[in-house]
């Protein structure tokens, strides 16, 4: 479904600029990594992306779609940072989506145990631990079987090791390409996963360019500046 | 003192004796109610639950008014469906003035707007937190409903029970649409209010005890329901 282009995007609300003049363009497969400061604007462009808020001015189209579009929305996914689980057990969760989308429901067992979930299967979902309740939230998204699916910061509040087996899963899904678009805090992991990096300041792209450049030659005074503010 | 234990005997009496008039008033009374329940949930439990994720025009408006319906008179309503029921009104051709059917409409009537406006506000708290992940897996409305409602069916037990309470204890509307008719549209409720009326104290504050076991042994039930779901 790529590429997707972003043409001239705000957002205001209540006279609130929360994104000005964004403009984008991602052609490539891999993992786009979106990092910035807290209230930048990381979440709610993710969420124009994915056609769950409207922009006030431009357009959002993957493919010459427009991103809010249902059946353009059916082809992507959305990991959030508090993973919702429906009340029911894993299994079930899983059930769910493949119900929505039409597929069989003995894939069931496949996407547990993508998330090594399998042994927890009839475990209600909401009983699991936070890692466990993260990754059942990703095997569930890409059972939905999509073309891309974004991560609003999947590993916020979970340990080091939780957050290893979710950039496994990551790594995965962009290996099954599935184009992965992330929001993080975590530069170490931003390095880790990240094949480009779309920097925002204000509600403003101010860099877009590849990881390796991001991490050792940022054009922009702002990118430096969170950089090195993290890496002090 | 004495009508303490005139009290208490009297209960003793109508609850170890199988007497076929109590069997007969406790188990329309039941029915009654149960039924009312159960049709107010069928529409009030989805109704609720539209109101409370669907945005449209006057949708304020709508909550406003389905929670002042919680607070109607039993007596008003009752009198509405009276005028419905009645020869002369628009409903008078079904001819179900004075029949338990006439009671359920009644209860039904009072019991919606609680079931109603109890979901509403039970699946709007549950939106904030499902509505994005509904939203990103693009499951339609109806399906966002289902889902809902289904997730919140132990808190909505507690609703449906709070509607029972409403429908087998109140007096006002089933008296006016029931007519009290002995064998035919007494229950409960009609049966205190005439015991209290012929100053059998002792046998109205008994029947109300029956009631109060009643009331009580239905939500032991749903209770041990809701502990065996979760």
């Not at chain 1, 699991?128 to 699916?149: K, N």
């Not at chain 2, 109607?72 to 469906?81: A, C, D, Q, R």
């Not at chain 2, 109603?116 to 506000?121: G, I, W, Y």
């Not at chain 2, 966002?144 to 087998?168: N, P, Q, Y």
Request: proline residues 4%.
């Amino acid at each position: 479904m790529l590429p997707l282009e972003i043409k001239d995007v705000a957002l205001t609300v209540n006279e609130t600029h929360i994104l000005r003049n964004i403009n984008l363009q991602l052609t490539d497969n891999g993992i786009t990594i979106v990092m910035g400061h807290n209230g930048a604007g990381k979440s709610i462009l993710l969420r124009c992306m994915h056609g769950l808020l409207e922009p006030t001015e431009g357009k959002i189209q993957w493919n010459g779609d427009t991103a809010s579009d249902v059946e353009t929305r059916k082809k992507q996914a959305m990991v959030f940072q508090k993973p919702l689980m429906l009340n029911r057990s894993a299994a079930a969760n899983i059930e769910y989506v493949l119900k929505l989308r039409d597929k069989p429901k003995s894939l069931v067992m496949k996407y547990l145990q993508s998330a090594n979930l399998d042994s927890k299967s009839n475990q209600p979902a909401k009983s699991l631990s936070g890692g466990e309740q993260q990754r059942l939230a990703i095997a569930r998204a890409i059972a939905c079987d999509p073309e891309a699916i974004f991560f609003d910061e999947p590993t916020a509040n979970l340990d080091p090791d939780a957050t290893l087996q979710i950039e496994s899963q990551i790594i995965s899904a962009s290996q099954q390409s599935i184009k992965v678009i992330m929001v993080t805090h975590d530069i170490a992991q931003a390095r880790r996963l990240a094949d480009d990096v779309v920097f925002l300041n204000k509600g403003t792209i101010t860099e877009h360019c590849s990881a390796d450049k991001f991490f050792t030659r940022p054009e922009s005074a702002e990118a430096g500046n969170y950089l090195s503010a993290y890496i002090k | 003192m004495s009508t303490l234990s005139q009290i208490f005997s009297e209960v003793v009496v109508l609850l170890s004796g199988p007497d076929p008039d109590l069997i007969e008033i406790v188990w329309l009374s039941l029915r009654v109610s149960l039924t009312a329940t159960f049709l107010a949930c069928l529409i009030g439990l989805p109704l609720g639950a539209l109101l409370g994720i669907k945005n449209f025009p006057g949708k304020t408006l709508c909550t406003i008014l389905v929670n002042t319906l919680m607070g109607m008179p039993p007596v008003v309503l009752g009198l509405i469906v009276y005028l419905m029921l009645s020869r002369s009104g628009p409903m008078g051709f079904l001819q179900l003035l004075y029949t338990p059917t006439a009671m359920i409409i009644a209860q039904f009537a009072l019991v919606l707007p609680i079931v109603a406006a109890l979901t509403r506000q039970q699946i709007e708290d549950s939106w904030r937190e499902y509505g994005d992940t509904m939203s990103s897996l693009c499951v339609p409305l109806s399906g966002s409903v289902k889902t809902l409602l289904w997730d919140s069916r132990l808190s909505l037990l507690t609703t449906g029970m709070a509607g029972f309470s409403r429908a087998i204890s109140e007096v006002g509307a089933v008296i006016i649409v029931g007519g009290n008719i002995d064998h035919l549209t007494r229950v409960m409720t009609t049966a205190i209010a005439l015991e209290t009326s012929k100053g059998d104290l002792p046998l109205a504050l008994a029947l109300g005890a029956v009631l109060l076991t009643i009331a009580l042994a239905v939500n032991s039930l749903v209770f041990s329901l809701r502990a065996r779901i979760t």
